[in-house]
């Protein structure tokens, strides 16, 4: 740190000792000189609210100047475009297996028929909060789901078991949340069996041996789909995508809660993209790049995770689970 010294002026220092701040304010100027500023500050952040001081990475604007995407349905869609007929999701059932891929455009129409499902069957209420919940695994079908809430409207509240059950309970009737995509029926059970909450709607991926017992059990509760089935009913008569503003809500990422009741941190489109140009130009380049596969091992009801997944899926990369 650089301390600089200027030699007192005589009607600064009769000022009363009280009122210094005042008085030096008089007398020094608040703006730092230029050759105080680093030549690296601009590098870190600069100011996007002159109002508050709030301030963002350079890397942003460097980035979203050169490419238009402002939102979670055109980071998908741009390496849609890159790469239609190249892997995009890929999946194996145990480390003895080749790993089974869908293109982009194979995952662009699931996209598409969960979201025209999810308009038929939840219905979108306008003006509103439209919480989908995902409660399991990593899974090409978590990211189908998240990607399909973004481009037609719904907000993602991602679940995980290690939150506890009180965790769970207060996420539950915090959200109101009427959807939710559980892994398998194991956790579908657990959900209907152990919480109060305002579900319509159970859609479950693995077509396991606790499914039947949710459906004869809580049928008559909740609506009930296998995460195929649900599909299909899209599939009868697909819809448009809508197009979200980049203010619009994208996702609830709960804390942890290891000081109380997790805290829902509000994540919109915007600040999810911009936290992903900022690690691709971070990154030079060197860690995103198409001959690269991501393994995405980490929960993706955290942010890092959903950070480096969403990465991937932009510049045309393949993400593995498992």
Not at 56 to 72: C, E, G, L, Q, R
Not at 77 to 93: A, D, H, V
Request: glycine share 4%; aromatic share 10%; hydrophobic share 40%.
């Amino acid at each position: 740190m650089l301390l600089v010294t200027k030699y007192p002026n005589p009607a600064v220092e009769r000022e009363n000792r009280s009122s210094f701040p005042r008085a030096y304010v008089k007398q020094f100027k608040e703006e730092l000189p230029d050759y105080l500023i680093s030549k690296h500050l601009n590098r870190q952040s600069i100011i996007c609210d002159p109002v508050s001081g709030a301030r963002k990475s350079p890397m942003v604007t460097k980035f979203a100047d050169k490419i238009p995407v402002k939102t979670m349905k055109d980071v998908f869609e741009n390496g849609l475009n890159i790469s239609t007929f190249y892997p995009c999701l890929g999946k194996r059932n145990s480390v003895n297996e080749p790993y089974f891929w869908l293109t982009y455009y194979e995952v662009d129409r699931r996209i598409q028929f969960i979201g025209s499902a999810l308009l038929k069957i939840v219905r979108y209420k306008p003006n509103s909060e439209n919480f989908v919940g995902i409660y399991g695994i990593n899974s090409p079908e978590w990211i189908i789901m998240q990607h399909a809430c973004a481009a037609y409207g719904y907000t993602v509240v991602p679940l995980y078991a290690t939150l506890g059950d009180d965790a769970m309970q207060h996420v539950l009737s915090q959200t109101n949340m009427e959807c939710i995509l559980c892994a398998s029926g194991t956790e579908a059970l657990h959900l209907m069996d152990e919480f109060e909450s305002s579900l319509k709607y159970l859609i479950i991926i693995s077509n396991d041996v606790k499914v039947e017992e949710v459906k004869s059990r809580h049928s008559s509760r909740v609506s009930i789909y296998l995460f195929e089935d649900f599909m299909k009913l899209g599939m009868k008569e697909p819809l448009p995508k809508k197009v979200p503003l980049p203010t619009d809500l994208y996702m609830i990422c709960y804390t942890s809660g290891s000081t109380g009741l997790p805290k829902g941190v509000l994540i919109n489109h915007e600040q999810i993209v911009d936290s992903v140009f900022s690690l691709i130009e971070s990154t030079e380049n060197k860690l995103f790049n198409a001959k690269s596969s991501h393994l995405s091992y980490l929960p993706l009801a955290h942010i890092m995770e959903q950070i480096f997944s969403v990465s991937f899926c932009h510049v045309d990369l393949f993400v593995s689970h498992r």
